[in-house]
């Protein structure tokens, strides 16, 4: 079996984070390894509490893992400091496998989730990643870049790494389309599946993230990743389990099964 490794935050409420990652590399096949960045008091109605993971931990974590475990692929979420961020930096930088950088510092509601000093530092990280996936509100903080502005690309083909920008609504008479799209240098590539009308949207970004990475560690190309990975995340959608009290329900992770052959 195939091993695989999450370096993110803690959910307490299951639905997003290092839980989510977890659940979605089973999904796929994969014995998912963890490293904690930070603990959340969190449930479908917001968080309540954030405590940070010392830099000297979260290293500690990861070479646990490394040391002992076949890894061949990584992904990368909430990161929250600089200190955090310098660390993950010091352990990934040798690294021949696919990584995964999810830039987690803005919610879908326009929140900031990180320390503002160290949103600057993550660009550091981009040297290391096979592809970042930013939403709207990130991708515009981090390169300028706005939809349909072509003028705006002009920071985000200069990466070292590919950029896909996360749902864009995309309106097509009586229907709404889910859009991400992929920029790599001078070529893009549009994902699309229907877009759907839920509340159950909590960890949709991690999840997404988690399958790109969990399909790169079986062997697909990045295209490929991407399409099954948004294939997956809109069946957890159709499927979501309907729980918790708040506004933001979580996705159903094992909506298909297990998804490959272990």
């Known amino acids: 079996m195939k091993v695989i490794l999450t370096i993110a935050g803690s959910d307490s409420s299951g639905g997003a984070g290092i839980q989510a990652d977890l659940k979605t590399f089973e999904a796929f096949g994969l014995f998912g390894t963890s490293v904690i960045t930070v603990l959340t008091a969190q449930n479908t109605t ?14 500690a974590q990861i070479e646990a893992v490394l040391s002992d475990f076949d890894v061949v692929a990584i992904k990368i979420g909430m990161l929250y400091s600089k ?12 690294l021949k496998i696919p990584i995964v950088l999810d830039p987690v510092f803005i919610s879908k509601a326009g929140s900031h989730l990180i320390q503002e000093d160290a949103i600057k530092m993550m660009k550091e990280l981009f040297q290391y990643a096979v592809v970042i996936t930013p939403n709207k509100f990130e991708a515009h903080a981090l390169f300028g870049y ?23 609504v995309l309106e097509m008479g009586d229907k709404k389309i889910s859009i991400d799209q992929l920029f790599f ?5 549009i994902f699309q599946t229907p877009f759907i009308e839920t509340n159950n949207l909590h960890g949709t970004g991690c999840s997404y993230s988690s399958a790109i990475a969990a399909n790169l560690a079986l062997g697909k190309s990045l295209e490929g990743a991407i399409q099954s990975a948004k294939e997956f995340i809109n069946e957890a959608l159709l499927k979501a389990p309907q729980i918790g009290k708040g506004g933001h329900k979580p996705i159903n992770h094992k909506a298909g099964g297990v998804r490959v052959a272990l």
């Open 146 to 168: 706005k939809f349909g502005d072509s003028t705006s690309l002009k920071q985000i083909i200069e990466q070292p790494c590919a950029v896909l920008v996360k749902n864009h």
């Open 46 to 59: 917001g968080v309540t509490a954030i405590a940070e993971v010392q830099s000297s931990f979260v290293k």
């Open 185 to 189: 240098h001078h070529q893009k590539r």
């Open 83 to 94: 200190e955090i961020i310098q660390a993950v930096k010091e352990s990934i930088s040798d």
